[in-house]
């Protein structure tokens, strides 16, 4: 494996690992809160987000997490209201973000070929500057989960109870939505616009075939995410295949493991009479 003592691949390796830590540990609360589909509506929001970026000739990342976070903001708001259901909202900001992405696309001359990196992730360009923003992102994504865990959770498990504990529902809410979008752009260079989705759900889901309590289902899901995705870097090189679809191929073939020896767990327990 002499190959991985390149420097790009090194690079991909630490996004690898940030990205691998930070979409699981947000991903737990939109699947605690049956969310699961939010990122992937966030991601097409933060398609309108990169297009607008090479329209105006400046970051694409920067203005993606601008446009993703305005549109989380925007569906918490209408959710909270009350005045569409979760997947309607959901809906408008698939439908949305893709149309948005596609008019502002067509504007750009050349524009096509450069969002294909986003939309399907590439994470062996990864520069310097690259690692840098994503480190920024990531850790202030694990700042968040991690440090309003017992928040977070309770805003997820029941809206009323925790706003009857006095917590701020409303705030925690929208941080929770924001934090979601910056998680999108963060890993949009790792998997894509595409499958990002995957990402935050999938080594979540894994996780809860085998844990119990939300703390050791965060755990897991985060140390799925760190393997899966440092996995996907290293075999997708000598394989010469895509990362951030095998990243995903990945984590699925975890679940499919961990369903499996949850089921074998569950056949030899002693039944109780």
Do not use: W
């Not at 190959?3 to 940030?18: E, N, R, T």
């Not at 909270?80 to 959901?90: E, I, N, P, Q, T």
């Not at 595409?194 to 809860?208: F, R």
């Amino acid at each position: 494996m002499s190959y991985l003592a390149l420097p790009f691949i090194q690079k991909a390796l630490v996004a690898a690992v940030l990205v691998g830590l930070a979409a699981p540990a947000v991903g737990t609360y939109l699947v605690q809160r049956r969310l699961a589909l939010m990122g992937d509506g966030i991601g097409h929001v933060a398609l309108t987000g990169v297009a607008l970026g090479f329209l105006l000739g400046t970051s694409p990342v920067l203005t993606a997490v601008i446009v993703a976070s305005l549109g989380a903001i925007a569906i918490e708001l209408v959710r909270a209201r009350g005045k569409a259901s979760g997947d309607v909202a959901l809906a408008m900001l698939f439908y949305g973000g893709i149309a948005g992405g596609v008019l502002l696309i067509s504007l750009e001359p050349g524009g096509n070929t450069n969002l294909l990196t986003y939309l399907f992730g590439s994470i062996l360009t990864v520069n310097a500057q690259d690692l840098v923003t994503i480190g920024v992102l990531a850790v202030g994504v694990l700042v968040v989960a991690i440090g309003l865990r017992r928040q977070l959770f309770s805003v997820c498990q029941d809206e009323e109870f925790a706003r009857v504990s006095g917590l701020p529902v409303p705030l925690l809410n929208i941080v929770l939505a924001v934090t979601a979008a910056l998680t999108v752009t963060v890993a949009m260079r790792v998997v894509g616009l595409l499958l990002v989705s995957a990402l935050l759900v999938v080594p979540v889901a894994a996780a809860q075939q085998l844990t119990r309590g939300f703390a050791a289902t965060m755990t897991a899901a985060m140390a799925i995410g760190v393997v899966v995705s440092v996995g996907g870097v290293v075999a997708s090189y000598p394989l010469d295949v895509g990362p951030g679809s095998l990243i995903v191929i990945l984590a699925i073939a975890v679940f499919g493991l961990a369903s499996l020896a949850a089921a074998v767990m569950s056949r030899r327990r002693p039944v109780a009479v």
